[in-house]
């Protein structure tokens, strides 16, 4: 009944402010609830088209985005009848709505699912409304893929759904792949500490008193891969006792005034070339300073870690590691470092 109404009101009034009032009361009362295949049947192209007109109404559905989408496809599919749509539309909603959201689209397309045929008969309903689509709020994987499936949808609308996925988000998920987990962590670092350079950077804030005040890493290094970075030592006063790079799990006490690898599940190499595993000093391997860069390499299959000072190999130095380990540094009063994923 409200789709009717819609209907007829869209087709003998103008869309001005005087007659928003009545549209506006329609589309609540259609938008106060899920809306299920086949309820937007009975709307006109002009009031799917105003039904659509307000996104903020459209978002206020109580539905995923993605999940409104496949509704306009199946309104689609009823204007454009079964006999000329070219695919069962049980068979169309279903390869749209068997699409999973993982990180394997951007990597692999899907094979063309839809005819040319298809493809132009959608075209010729959905172009006239697909610049309200809510295209913005649904996920960015399922973007990619509707891309690759839709090609008629132009490709400047799912940019802007994109490029809002991508502003929105002050801080990316972690991922060493996509080169933002190589930083240090705000969330787990000493309150003495401070991050610039958008947290690539640690540095020992200069009006605090001199102790040790440890920072970890964005994100983990697990499963079985391999990650190499370099950490670059900026500045540094060995008068305010030592600073140490390693690893160390994000069980450390970050603000206890303790040198990388003397706390448990930490593993320090410090500034006077002194190893350090939880609890105990190993070897000496040559220390370092100002303008130093140790270069580190996990291999998380064999859970160990090598090192070099200076472009200088020192070998493994850390065994056995245990799973979801984070680069890691203590610094002291006058130090700064900074740490680079190497390509």
């Known amino acids: ?43 006109s192209k002009d009031a799917m088209a105003v039904l659509l007109s307000d996104a903020d109404a459209v978002r206020e559905c109580p539905m995923y985005a993605f999940d409104f ?24 909603l279903a390869a749209l709505s068997s699409l999973e959201a993982t990180e394997s689209m951007l990597q692999n397309p899907p094979d063309a699912q839809l005819s040319a045929d298809t493809l132009k008969r959608l075209e010729s309903v959905l172009t006239p409304i697909v610049r309200c689509i809510n295209f913005q709020d649904i996920c960015p994987h399922r973007l990619v893929t509707l891309m690759d499936t839709l090609s008629f949808i132009p490709p400047s609308i799912f940019a802007a759904a994109l490029r809002r996925h991508i502003t929105a988000r002050t801080v990316c998920p972690p991922s060493w792949r996509h080169r933002t987990g190589c930083l240090w962590d705000p969330g787990h670092m000493g309150p003495l500490l401070r991050l ?18 440890s920072v970890t890493s964005a994100a983990a290094m697990k499963d079985k891969g391999v990650y190499e970075w370099d950490v670059i030592i900026q500045a540094f006063n060995p008068a305010h006792s030592r600073v ?3 690893l160390a799990a994000k069980s450390i006490s970050s603000h206890e005034n303790a040198l990388l690898g003397k706390q448990s599940n930490s593993w320090g190499l410090a500034s006077t070339g002194k190893v350090y595993c939880p609890y105990s000093e190993t070897v000496y391997v040559g220390g370092f300073g100002k303008d130093s860069v140790i270069s580190f390499r996990v291999d998380m299959a064999e859970r160990c870690c090598s090192i070099a000072v200076n472009g200088v190999d020192k070998g493994v130095i850390w065994k056995n590691l245990p799973d979801n380990i984070y680069p890691a540094c203590s610094l002291t009063l006058g130090s700064r470092c900074e740490i680079r994923q190497r390509s």
């Open 244 to 246: 140490a790079v390693g």
């Open 69 to 92: 989408f496949l509704c306009i496809i199946d309104w689609a599919c009823e204007m454009i009848s079964d006999a000329h749509l070219g695919i069962k539309r049980s068979d169309l």
């Open 1 to 43: 009944m409200a789709g009717r109404i819609l209907s007829e009101a869209a087709e003998i009034l103008d869309q001005c402010p005087s007659d928003e009032a009545l549209y506006s009361v329609v589309r609540d009362f259609i938008l106060a609830r899920p809306l299920n295949y086949g309820q937007l049947y009975s709307l």
């Open 196 to 213: 610039l350079d958008n947290n690539a950077v640690v540095e020992f804030d200069e009006t605090q008193p001199n102790r040790h005040q």
